[in-house]
């Protein structure tokens, strides 16, 4: 096998956001842009000897063109084993997960996770650390500079890989005469033997056999086999309870982001009045994300995370209690009331789930969630969307009590962070930012100023100082704090693809019982009104509505 230097150009525009970097497919698909981005990355880490690399994804257009280049220029750069899940499918919690089991250097995910896929849709590519977890900003930084330089690349002559098939393939010597190794392995059955270990799967089995009804949705994306062997082969469900699993380039059509939108399959079935099944879930594109319903019942992602903490000790991989939890910064304060009974300390980083890995790693957090549909755990260092479920499941199989029910106990013991998220997907970029720019020019004038019957106590840009490595990451979402504890967050998201998506938090705590009963909309109506007010949203943007609301 032969070493091939290629000169290339750099693109300007290979800057990591959230979650790796996203783009159309068809900007990966320019002359060297996926080289030159795998490139810099190898330029930025220090590969050691026997290095190991995971790759996978899932499984959406572009996936096994991308994972054969990776391939050979992983062999050109110095590793000396590549771990490819069958097919080239790996969720992003089972690439963590196989990173930490086989204790390899590190790992690559194809993934755009819940953009839509297909020709016309977006594909992305993030790094995972040695932990398991997502590279910190350090790393993505370093990527982005190098990529703004490169001048050429390194590819091995390797002939196309069998990515099918599990075993190995070895080639001839590369580098130092080392062999290079492909391995194709089962990680479905490495992830469903982790979610074995940690729950208590005679308990859920026995749930699913007495009448208990559940749907799960895949979305056409990446937990569909998963699924099947973890609800079908080893819960003894039946196949009636999974929905769209059968992975697809482009994700059936549909947009594979479990919300209230784009599950409307599910929700429909979910909220069919007295013919709604007792229990819903849905996972994402890359199956970190999942959103829980009940029978006709929402269960707010950040409400979610604040429950699974409350009842930790139901399942047996935490009986000994947790250590502690952490949240992005606009996710509800919901589980900060959790761990204050719990006597445990509770950590607030920005949006993404690369700043819960030190966290993790320093044991000071067990569970973590961002308000985003993502929740888990420290058995890995990503969110994990069938985790979430089960972790459901096995509260509900000893609780012996409807989600529903379970939610109105907790808020008559914690009280209710009423929560919603507003989201304006694809506008103008430059009319995004002059929102963003008029919220900060109030910065001076806001706090004490009355709005109805909230007063506005606070406003900054969210800076976080990692507890751990004492890194600062600035302008992380502009917070609007009121007196009584309510609050607006307003955020530009780094995930999309297409101009700017402006998100809107709200938040309000409601300890009157009472009231708990109220949908979100409807208690959060005032705060609406005042983010509309405060951001100059609509004229700014002539939308007069959110794409998405949660
Ligand atoms: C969004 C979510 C964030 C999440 C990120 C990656 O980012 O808000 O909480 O970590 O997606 O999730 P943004 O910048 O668009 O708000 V995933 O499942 O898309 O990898
Ligand atoms: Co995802």
């Known amino acids: 096998m032969k070493i091939i230097v290629t000169p290339t150009q750099p693109y300007n525009d290979q800057k990591p956001g959230t979650s790796g970097l996203r783009k159309k497919v068809k900007i990966f698909q320019q002359t060297h842009y996926l080289e030159n981005f795998v490139q810099s990355l190898f330029d930025t880490l220090t590969v050691p000897n026997d290095a190991v690399l995971v790759v996978g994804g899932d499984g959406r257009y572009h996936n096994r063109q991308a994972i054969q280049t990776i391939i050979s220029m992983a062999a050109a750069n110095g590793f000396t084993r590549v771990l490819v899940g069958?097919?080239?499918?790996?969720?992003?919690?089972?690439?963590?997960?196989?990173?930490?089991?086989?204790?390899?250097?590190?790992?690559?995910?194809?993934?755009?996770?819940?953009?839509?896929?297909?020709?016309?849709?977006?594909?992305?590519?993030?790094?995972?650390?040695?932990?398991?977890?997502?590279?910190?900003?350090?790393?993505?930084?370093?990527?982005?500079?190098?990529?703004?330089?490169?001048?050429?690349?390194?590819?091995?002559?390797?002939?196309?890989?069998?990515?099918?098939t599990i075993g190995e393939t070895q080639f001839d010597g590369v580098v130092a005469g080392q062999p290079f190794t492909v391995q194709v392995i089962n990680a479905v059955q490495d992830y469903a033997d982790l979610m074995q270990s940690l729950f208590?799967?005679?308990?859920?089995?026995?749930?699913?056999?007495?009448?208990?009804?559940?749907?799960?949705?895949?979305?056409?994306?990446?937990?569909?086999?998963?699924?099947?062997?973890?609800?079908?082969?080893?819960?003894?469900?039946?196949?009636?309870?999974?929905?769209?699993?059968?992975?697809?380039?482009?994700?059936?059509g549909g947009h594979p982001d479990p919300n209230l939108t784009y599950a409307e399959d599910l929700v429909k079935i979910m909220f069919a009045?007295?013919?709604?099944?007792?229990?819903?879930?849905?996972?994402?594109?890359?199956?970190?994300?999942?959103?829980?319903?009940?029978?006709?019942f929402f269960v707010t992602p950040s409400d979610s995370l604040a429950v699974l903490a409350a009842n930790a000790t139901l399942v047996p991989a935490y009986a000994g209690g947790i250590a502690g939890v952490a949240r992005s910064m606009p996710t509800s304060g919901a589980v900060d009331r959790v761990a204050a009974k719990l006597n445990v300390p509770s950590f607030e980083t920005p949006t993404g789930w690369k700043f819960f890995g030190n966290l993790m790693d320093a044991g000071k957090?067990?569970?973590?969630?961002?308000?985003?549909?993502?929740?888990?755990?420290?058995?890995?260092?990503?969110?994990?969307?069938?985790?979430?479920?089960?972790?459901?499941?096995?509260?509900?199989?000893?609780?012996?009590?409807?989600?529903?029910?379970?939610?109105?106990?907790?808020?008559?013991e914690y009280g209710r962070n009423v929560y919603s998220r507003h989201d304006y997907e694809a506008i103008p970029t430059d009319a995004a930012n002059s929102v963003i720019a008029h919220i900060k020019a109030q910065f001076a004038s806001l706090p004490g100023q009355v709005f109805g019957n909230y007063t506005v106590k606070l406003c900054d840009d969210f800076s976080y100082h990692d507890p751990i490595d004492g890194s600062v990451s600035n302008n992380q979402g502009i917070r609007v704090l009121f007196t009584d504890g309510s609050r607006i967050v307003f955020r530009l998201s780094g995930t999309g693809t297409e101009g700017a998506t402006l998100r809107i938090y709200l938040e309000a705590y409601e300890p009157d019982s009472?009231?708990?009963?109220?949908?979100?909309?409807?208690?959060?109506?005032?705060?609406?009104?005042?983010?509309?007010?405060?951001?100059q949203l609509v004229e700014k943007t002539s939308r007069v509505a959110p794409t998405v609301i949660t």
């Open 86 to 164: 069958q097919g080239g499918i790996l969720s992003t919690p089972a690439a963590s997960h196989v990173i930490r089991k086989y204790k390899t250097f590190g790992g690559m995910v194809l993934s755009a996770s819940h953009n839509q896929g297909g020709i016309h849709g977006d594909f992305g590519i993030k790094y995972n650390i040695g932990n398991g977890g997502p590279a910190p900003e350090k790393i993505t930084d370093d990527i982005f500079a190098k990529s703004k330089v490169i001048a050429e690349y390194k590819v091995s002559d390797l002939a196309q890989v069998d990515i099918d």
């Open 200 to 252: 208590d799967f005679k308990a859920i089995k026995q749930l699913l056999a007495t009448g208990f009804e559940m749907k799960f949705d895949a979305m056409h994306a990446v937990t569909g086999p998963y699924a099947k062997e973890i609800f079908v082969n080893r819960l003894s469900a039946s196949t009636d309870s999974l929905m769209n699993c059968e992975p697809s380039e482009d994700f059936g």
């Open 273 to 296: 009045g007295e013919n709604a099944l007792d229990f819903g879930a849905a996972s994402d594109g890359d199956g970190d994300r999942n959103m829980i319903l009940g029978q006709n």
């Open 365 to 412: 957090v067990t569970l973590c969630g961002e308000e985003s549909f993502g929740t888990s755990s420290s058995h890995v260092r990503e969110k994990d969307g069938l985790w979430a479920v089960l972790f459901w499941l096995n509260v509900i199989a000893v609780k012996q009590m409807s989600v529903e029910a379970i939610l109105k106990a907790h808020w008559l």
């Open 514 to 535: 009472a009231k708990h009963h109220l949908d979100a909309q409807v208690a959060l109506a005032e705060m609406i009104q005042i983010a509309l007010q405060i951001s």
